[in-house]
């Protein structure tokens, strides 16, 4: 056994991967196996929208994921997280777009039709190579990446942390809604990319293709848990844990705080743009509307709901805010935002270490003997 | 026969042209329109600019009738006459003279057909018309008319005009019109040269144009050179007009800026609360002057209706302010010292007061009306100035400066600060510090609200009116300095003028986003914005 296989295992208790191939087992063969064997009136039977929806608040939580991983690791909280999922999912939109080719209503293979719509005469360079699927996925990646690096290089730089980093991350998501916004920019305007057909040649109102890009967020949602369980278990990420509790003494003793934050910052980036590409295609349009600081502020809440600082809590978070959410928006529309409100003064003032805090509080009660656990810092 | 009878008619008509009085004699008139009924558009066209030129008193009824498709030539007698649809036939009068005429099927009539060029040309002809109204307004109109569209058939009417016209403003008007059409054809060289020189102390885009024309095209050396000067003087001061528009519209947006960031200056600023419900402050005071508005408009007489405005100030800083007191005695109390729960909790409350707001006034916009006094606008230097952007921006140099004196010279004040600058040493001294958090934030609540009270002038009041403001005000404060109310002022009037004078380069949007760039870009070399507080109190 290498060392590398060592600390993957060490990456999880006994108990953590038991539970962990448990809920992935269910999630990626028990409910698409419920969808398709079952007869549809049965009891146990899952309905593709369900399996649909399940898919998209899977891309949430991955995304309060990846927002766990720089504010509840690193202390960082980043309002333009929305940004690097928009940005992801436009690539994967240029993709499909790019796969409508002639079936367009205007039935021109070499422009989208909002090209055609604005008399453009050729394809602009930014969208060259996004006739090929592996391109796109790479740039859904790179292409946030790359963002949150420059950003996070410049910011981390000048020392910019706290509420500062809060306001200057918020204004940059701003900045691109105002941006994408604009017809200029090639991506489709206010009404963004949308009346996708297939992708990578399946069709993607076929009950099939939904079941495969659910189970491929499943895997995606797991791998970047473990890829995230990883960084924050090595040396790095106790490092980050430390510049979360007192940056300047990190600072003072030697190490590169710059360097570890714009680490855990790139790669929370490039795991939110991967949530981004896998929730366009489920959903079937990408708008400038995702970049709104609205929709990054509610990510932090999904993360603060679940537990920040756990990594699965803030996924539990996002599933549940995000199931109230249908219920609510369903049920009684003009509670929602009552109901939201509420959460996010509910949950800073008594819950502030979210779900997950509050079970491992019950559990304590309950077995009184066990060691208390370390005290969550302040000023987090 | 009777053709060519008219056709000559319409020559003599066209020679004696110039010459015609205001009230031409009834023979030249009946003759021109007899010209009417030619087979050429361009024929037809002819008369009826003479029927300009003659000014008769049935002129408009002829010109009318033929934008309206009511004027036949009747087949047997080439008689022009105006039809009026009675049962299967028309009813006939006379075009010239107005006599009844008898009556005839449509199908011995010839409709006379105006075609686009000439219902422009008939508009232009019965809009000088006005010329000799007897309300200024009109008179100015009509001059207007003429130098948007100059056209040297308007020469002899337009100097009929000034013959009789007393109002400078409107003498003025004629003035500038009658050069507009001297120049456009039909003055002599010395009268050409004249009209440049008028012309060329006129700033309008309109007129710049016919005086390039001018410069390019007129037949004379003299004439060709005027223009050209009188060109480069008029370019000279197009560019100094427009630096000042920009700057003025650059200081009414930064004061727009200024009051929606004044209260987070106060609240960021001096408390270093995080209060993403800052736009809601506002929200509630653009409510408040639309409640107060309501209530004016059914309880009181209308005279009175114009000072709701007034009564709407105080009134919106009472309800945003207690709002944000009840805000801070509630949650934000306990969350001192923890900026970014702060930052989330206020962003709960802030949806909570956009959701109330929406549940009890609805989701769309509600009008508030600008009251008379703050309609208008007034020129100044060559400006058109808006009132209510004026308005504005005195409006908001009153509330900076009453918060700056009330925070400096006020018992009040003189609390505030010693509880942000030592809070312990405060609490020492007998300063009930909880207290002063609470007034505190609700002061810079109170004045978010005040703002709302100028922002529903010119903004839309909806539920969602506080969310269009909230990154602007945080990158004012950001940008200004922490702490600094100055630091407010200048932040604010900065971004307001760079953004308008960003905006003609590349649209509004863009320079929106450009400014955004520059602040995350600034931000790296003055993380602590234009003013930083230095010394003890920077951590």
């Known amino acids: 056994m290498g060392p590398i296989t060592r600390r993957l295992i060490a990456l999880e208790s006994k108990r953590g991967w038991a539970v962990l191939l448990a809920v992935f087992a269910f999630a990626a063969v028990a409910v698409p196996l419920l ?27 991955m995304l309060a994921l990846a927002l766990d991983l720089i504010w509840g690791f690193a202390g960082v ?43 453009w005469g050729e394809l602009p360079w930014y969208w060259w190579g996004f006739d090929s699927f592996w391109f796109a996925a790479l740039m859904a990646v790179a292409v946030p990446g790359l963002l949150a690096f420059v950003f996070g290089w410049l910011a ?5 942390t706290g509420v500062y980093l809060s306001i200057i991350t918020q204004a940059m998501t701003y900045a691109l809604m105002l941006a994408f916004f604009r017809n200029e920019m090639g991506f489709g305007g206010n009404n963004g990319l949308t009346d996708f057909k297939d992708i990578l040649g399946y069709s993607l109102s076929a009950d099939g293709t939904k079941i495969g890009l659910y189970v491929a967020t499943v895997i995606a949602l797991t791998l970047a848990y473990l890829v995230s369980r990883f960084i924050v278990g090595s040396r790095l990420g106790r490092i980050l844990l430390a510049v979360r509790d007192a940056e300047s003494r990190v600072r003072f003793i030697g190490h590169s705080v710059t360097g570890a934050k714009l680490f855990a910052f ?25 970049f709104s600081p609205a929709q990054s502020i509610e990510v932090a809440i999904w993360a603060a709901v679940g537990g920040r600082g756990t990594l699965f809590g803030p996924i539990l978070g996002a599933l549940s805010v995000n199931g109230a959410k249908s219920f609510f928006t369903g049920a009684a529309p003009e509670v929602w935002l009552f109901f939201l409100g509420g959460l996010f003064v509910v949950v800073t003032l008594f819950l502030p270490k979210g779900l997950v805090g509050l079970a491992s509080a019950a559990r304590r009660l309950k077995r009184p003997t066990l060691p208390v656990t370390k005290e969550e810092p302040r000023n987090a | 026969m009777s053709r060519i009878l008219a056709a000559l008619g319409v020559l003599v008509a066209l020679m004696f042209a110039p010459l015609a009085p205001a009230h031409a004699d009834d023979a030249a008139f009946a003759a021109a329109v007899a010209g009417l009924d030619q087979k050429s558009f361009p024929k037809r066209a002819e008369a009826v600019a003479t029927l300009g030129t003659l000014g008769h008193a049935r002129t408009e009824t002829v010109l009318r009738a033929l934008a309206d498709g009511t004027l036949f030539a009747r087949k047997e007698d080439r008689q022009v006459v105006i039809g009026r649809l009675s049962g299967d036939a028309y009813s006939l009068s006379d075009a010239a003279t107005g006599a009844p005429a008898g009556s005839a099927p449509s199908g011995e009539l010839a409709k006379i057909i105006a075609n686009n060029q000439m219902r422009g040309q008939i508009q232009d002809i019965l809009g000088r018309f006005l010329l000799f109204s007897t309300d200024a307004e009109d008179r100015i109109r009509a001059a207007d008319q003429v130098l948007s569209n100059p056209d040297a058939s308007a020469v002899a009417q337009v100097r009929n005009a000034l013959k009789t016209e007393n109002e400078p403003a409107v003498r003025q008007r004629l003035e500038r019109a009658l050069a507009a059409a001297l120049l456009s054809g039909g003055g002599t060289t010395e009268e050409r040269l004249a009209a440049v020189q008028t012309l060329g102390n006129t700033n309008e885009p309109a007129l710049r144009g016919l005086i390039q024309r001018t410069a390019a095209n007129d037949a004379d050396d003299a004439v060709r050179a005027a223009a050209t000067s009188a060109l480069a003087a008029i370019d000279r001061r197009l560019v100094f007009l427009d630096m000042g528009q920009n700057l003025v519209f650059g200081l009414s947006l930064g004061s727009v800026l200024l009051l929606a960031a004044i209260g987070l200056a106060i609240t960021f600023g001096v408390m270093g609360v995080i209060n993403m419900a800052h736009g809601e402050m506002i929200m509630l005071g653009a409510y408040t002057t639309f409640v107060v508005q309501q209530a004016f408009r059914a309880y009181l007489p209308p005279d009175l209706f114009g000072l709701y405005l007034v009564v709407a100030v105080p ?27 702060t930052l989330l909790a206020t962003w709960g409350i802030s949806l909570m007061l956009q959701q109330a707001i929406r549940s009890s006034f609805g989701a769309t916009n509600r009008e508030v009306a600008n009251p008379a006094w703050m309609s208008g606008a007034m020129d100044f230097l060559g400006l058109t100035l808006t009132t209510n952007r004026i308005v504005i921006i005195i409006f908001a140099a009153a509330v900076v400066l009453a918060l700056a004196a009330f925070l400096r010279w006020s018992a009040m004040g003189l609390n505030m600060r010693a509880v942000t600058q030592n809070r312990s040493m405060a609490a020492a001294m007998g300063i009930p510090t909880g207290r002063v958090d609470a007034l505190t934030f609700g002061l810079g609540s109170g004045i978010a609200g005040v703002a709302g009270v100028a922002l529903s002038q010119v903004s839309n009041v909806s539920p969602s009116l506080g969310q269009g403001y909230i990154v602007d005000s945080f990158m004012v404060v950001v940008f200004g300095g922490v702490g600094s109310l100055w630091g407010t002022v200048v932040g604010a009037m900065s971004l307001g003028i760079v953004n308008k004078f960003l905006e003609p380069y590349s649209g509004a949007v863009l320079a929106k986003i450009l400014v ?11 993380p602590r914005g234009l003013f930083a507080l230095r010394g003890r109190f920077v951590e």
């Open chain 1, 77 to 119: 909280l980043s309002l333009g997280h929305g940004a690097f999922f928009a940005l992801g999912g436009y690539a994967m939109g240029m993709y499909m777009m790019r796969q409508i080719g002639e079936r367009g209503v205007y039935g021109n293979a070499d422009l989208p039709d909002f090209m055609v719509f604005l008399n």
């Open chain 1, 266 to 290: 790139t790669v929370s980036a490039m795991i939110a743009g991967v949530a981004g590409a896998l929730y366009v295609p489920q959903v079937g349009i990408i708008n400038p509307s995702e």
């Open chain 2, 315 to 341: 009134m919106a800083f009472v309800v945003a302010g207690a709002v944000g007191v009840a805000m801070e005695r509630s949650v934000i109390r306990f969350l001192y010292g923890r900026p970014l729960e």
């Open chain 1, 156 to 160: 981390f730089r000048s020392r910019i």
């Open chain 1, 35 to 61: 969808n398709v064997l079952l007869p549809p009136d049965h009891a146990l039977h899952v309905p593709t929208y369900m399996v649909q929806l399940l898919g998209k608040f899977l891309c949430y939580a």
């Open chain 2, 516 to 526: 955004l760039v520059i602040i995350i870009l600034f931000i790296q070399k003055r």
